[in-house]
């Protein structure tokens, strides 16, 4: 075996390692946080103020074997009459090479109080459970390599010695707040907050608490847009929409920054995530990526594409992420079921 074999083998299992480890320690992200509301803030469940159905996947470092598959379904309705949103979601997010998979059942509820003609504020609930699932054969470990590459022996780890599948099964609990105008908003959430343990051997590993901090403001581009959005109405937007959010998990943290700009039928965006101030071990900053969007927005539908140009140490040589996100609001059934005209929509872009 060549040297230069040997060094991309090794690469493969730093990757692997390093990806597994981040897979158990934090939950999926998505880049387009603001198209899978639920995942975001169990507080956004029926913040439409009408039936939302969303999916979403993402394919995390495609170029590489370590890659992540997430897929997100979710569903979720208003009811004016108790103020109250219901929601549910569904996740799957799956690190191919490792087999490692991870399935997320949620409910969620968000109740909904209105301060003033101008100020609403939300908070919301949700109870999951949780299955994950790896199976060991297959994989390769660290102490099976030296310098002459694979040594083609039986690893000592002790998850090499289990060659079936290994199931994990638990409850999570999250939680979340909003406040908003029609404008412009202010969330918080936190997502596990029991701290499940996620050892498949038995030692003690809790997940850690995952906590979001987001907002953002919405900028009416014409007479149209800034009356629509006051008074909940549907009408072409033209807007511009300066967005963030804060994730911080265990050691690890990012910040999302960036700008939507609504023409419907169009949407278009640029995002960086990142903390480049900041950094994990000496000259390893924390950058990230470079995110560009491009949507469909007409009446209840939104569709958007987006891509991750990796600029962190790992390079473009990982393909970025693919993301692709579908959401479809249905209009009320019956005009008595209206919502009043002093509830507010949540005026978070779709995409």
Not at 222 to 249: M, V
Request: aromatic share 14%.
């Amino acid at each position: 075996m060549d040297k230069s074999t040997f060094m991309r083998k090794i690469s493969t299992v730093f990757l692997i390692v390093f990806g597994n480890v981040l897979a158990w320690a934090q939950d999926p992200q998505f880049s387009q946080f603001y198209a899978n509301p639920l995942y975001l803030n169990p507080a956004m469940a029926g913040g439409a103020l009408a039936t939302r159905v969303t999916a979403n996947y993402r394919h995390q470092w495609p170029a590489l074997d370590a890659n992540f598959i997430t897929y997100s379904a979710s569903v979720d309705t208003y009811f004016p009459r108790i103020n109250s949103g219901l929601g549910f979601i569904v996740s799957r997010d799956q690190q191919v090479f490792a087999r490692f998979n991870s399935i997320d059942v949620g409910a969620q509820y968000a109740y909904q109080l209105q301060l003033s003609r101008r100020v609403a504020v939300r908070a919301g609930i949700q109870f999951s459970y949780v299955n994950r699932s790896i199976n060991y054969f297959g994989l390769t470990f660290g102490d099976q390599f030296d310098n002459r590459g694979f040594l083609n022996i039986q690893s000592i780890d002790e998850l090499a010695r289990n060659p079936n599948p290994a199931a994990l099964n638990y409850m999570n609990v999250s939680a979340g707040g909003m406040i908003y105008t029609s404008r412009s908003w202010l969330g918080i959430s936190a997502h596990n907050l029991n701290r499940p343990n996620q050892s498949f051997v038995g030692t003690a590993s809790p997940l850690p608490t995952r906590f979001s901090v987001h907002g953002g403001v919405k900028i009416p581009l014409d007479d149209n847009t800034r009356y629509g959005l006051a008074e909940s109405k549907t009408a072409p937007e033209r807007s511009i929409t300066p967005a963030f959010q804060y994730r911080a998990q265990g050691r690890f943290d990012q910040f999302d920054v960036g700008m939507y700009l609504t023409y419907e039928p169009v949407v278009l965006g640029l995002w960086y995530r990142g903390l480049p101030i900041k950094q994990y071990e000496r000259g390893i900053y924390n950058n990230d990526a470079l995110i560009f969007l491009a949507g469909f927005k007409q009446g209840g539908l939104s569709i958007g594409y987006s891509y991750d140009l990796t600029v962190s140490n790992l390079g473009t040589s990982t393909g970025g992420a693919h993301e692709v996100s579908v959401s479809y609001e249905f209009p009320p059934a019956r005009p008595r079921k209206r919502v009043p005209r002093n509830i507010k929509q949540l005026p978070c872009p779709k995409f």
